[in-house]
Every structure is written in structure tokens, then in C-alpha cells.
């Protein structure tokens, strides 16, 4: 028997390209894992009405953690007009798999480090080091959302919030409410990994991005925790920032900055932006962890215009698996592997499109494969 079972979702589009690339690379460290196929994505919200059938949730419930790859999503009305004929005007609503893992599987801790690797050309600036903890489970990915607004809720929320008094001339189906919830626990257990990140791995600062000028109630949630858990790591400095003017001082002074952690729609965001400055999203890994189970990913989707034609920049995947291999606690391996990606990097002679060169996918998995 395997050491690992790992549950292989590759998902759609170019994910399948990307976990291909990353099994060249997994086989060649000899990870004593059982790979289970699981299935997930498009093709079964239109076949089946459902993208995360409940038989990929047996699977992953039986696995040590998941490998994915890219998933395709897209709004409420365009989706439902691609389902089979036999499923439409069923009232299925599609809602994304990765978002749905994330809740299911409580994996609270969204990591995505940005590093900015020496050689990459894309790099924005050399000396990028950023690691971004996003809350993965809560915060306006609640799923908690109403359209059109049911009266006896407007009621109850105008009679207990006099704000909501400002909309009353507006129809139900006239407005759509999202709940953004924050809970104690949810901003605890995410601010308390970024500092024991920031202290595991030496980083000074770690800065917490919110919006409590505004969000007085959930961005002020964030912060409150995030003073208390401060106070458990004297030795790194809290920095408090708003996400508006983050925005801004991650493009200006990119290097300033670590640790940084925030909620689910800001981390959403800022994490995109710190992919940029490294290189885009084919360099962005990212591991959806909780406290028993987790879920690695890259951060990029499926890219539907480059399906299937193997050009697509694997390091994102790679780098993703790295992140998998530590959280499983080969260390060993996962260092092996961050130093091939960075020696590949460096060298220069094999790159996708994206870097500026032809390699193809493959090609790259086997140049990393080729220094291990
Ligand atoms: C991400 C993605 C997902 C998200 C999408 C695909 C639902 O953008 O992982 O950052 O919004 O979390
Ligand atoms: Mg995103």
C-alpha cells in the first residue's frame, strides 16, 4: 500500500495540460502515493447538473489530500443554458466545486506565496517575497445571498439597521443582498497561520488588510482579533492597511511587504495582483488547508483559449505540487523541487509562450523532471 493517497481531480481546459505536466514531475521525485482519479468540473454540471458529483466527495474523504488542477465557472444564467436538455428548467443553480470543497472540507487557510524567482523575466521586481493568507471558508463567500429580497428579512433588517430605511423605494426584485460574514473563529484561526508563518519563517511584519473605515462591523472584526493575536507573537510587527491603498503600495514598494492576510474577497483580489508581480498567474501555487484535510491548486482557471494545446506555463501546477509535497511533510522533496523550477527558470532555455519563449508544456515539466 501507498504511503499517500492523493485524489487527482485535473479538472477542465488546461488543468488536465498542468496535471500531466506535474505527474512527469511526481514520478520522477518517486512519491510514494496512490493517485485516485476524481471527478469534477464543467463537463458534469452539464451531464449531471452537478460539477462536484458526491462520488469525487467519497473519494477525497477517503484520500490524504487533493491534487487539482483548473476548473471552469461561469454566471447563473450562462451556465444553466448549457446544461443537457433533459436538466434544463430544473432550477439547478451551478455554484463553483473549488468554492464548495473550500466550505465542505472547512479549509479555512487559502496560502499563496508569490515569489519572485531570479532570471524570470516577468518579474515585476527582483526581491518579491510575498505569501498571502486568504480566508477561504467565510466573508462575502458566505454563499448567503438573496435575490430577489424577501419582504419578512427587509423588514426585520430595516427594523434592526435603519440604513436599510434608504432603499425602501426600491422593488424586491429590484435589489440583491450578499452577506458578508465574519466570525471570531474564522478571522482567528486565519490571522493566528499567517503569524506562525511570518514566525516560522522569519518574516518581520505581517499585515493585515481590511477596510474597517467602511466595514466597521466585519473588516473591524479582522482587526480586533488581529491585535489580540499580535500580542501571542511579540516579535513581528502587525501592520494594518486598508485594501484600496494596498493595492496601491504593493505596485509601488512591492518588496516592503510579506506576510500578508486578509478575508476571503480581498484575498481573492490581492492575490492576483501578487501573482502579476511575479510573473502572472503562471507562477501562482496555491494550497486550501485546513486542519486535517487539504486541497492544492493553482490559482489560475482553465484558460479555455489555450485548451489543448499544451502551451500553457506549468510552474504555476509545479509549484502547487511543492506546496503539497511540504504540508505532507516530505520536505526533502518539495525542496528538491522548488530549487529545479528555480534552476530552469534560471537557465532560461526552456519557456512557455508566456516567458517569452516556445517550449510547451511538457517541455517544461521535463527540463524541471530533468534537474531532479
Ligand atoms: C481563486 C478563483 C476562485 C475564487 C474562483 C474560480 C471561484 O478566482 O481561487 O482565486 O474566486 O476563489
Ligand atoms: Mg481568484
Redesign the pocket.
Known sequence: MSKYRIAWMPGDGIGIEVMEATQIVLDKLGLDAEYVPADIGWEFWCTEGEPLPQRTIDILKTCTCGLFGA?T?KPKEEAAKELVPELQDKGLVYS?P??RL?QLFDLYC?L?PCKAFPGNPLNYKDDIDLVVF?E?TEGL?SGVEFYPFPDDLRAKITEANPKMDRFKDIQSNDIAVSLRVITRRGAERIIRKAFEYAKEFGYPTVTLVEKPNVLRETSGLMRRVGQEVAKDFPQIELWETNIDAQMMWLLKNPDDYGVIVTS??F??IV??LAAQLVGGLGFAA?GNIGDEFAVF?P?H?SAPKYTGQYKVNPNAMLLTTRLMLDWLGESDMAQALEKAIAAVIAEGEVRTYDMGGNSSTLDVANAVAGRL
Open positions: 476548473i465557472s463553483s473549488i468554492v473550500r487559502n499563496r486568504r477561504n463567500y476571503n474577497m484575498g481573492d492575490s492576483d496555491s491548486e490559482t482557471g
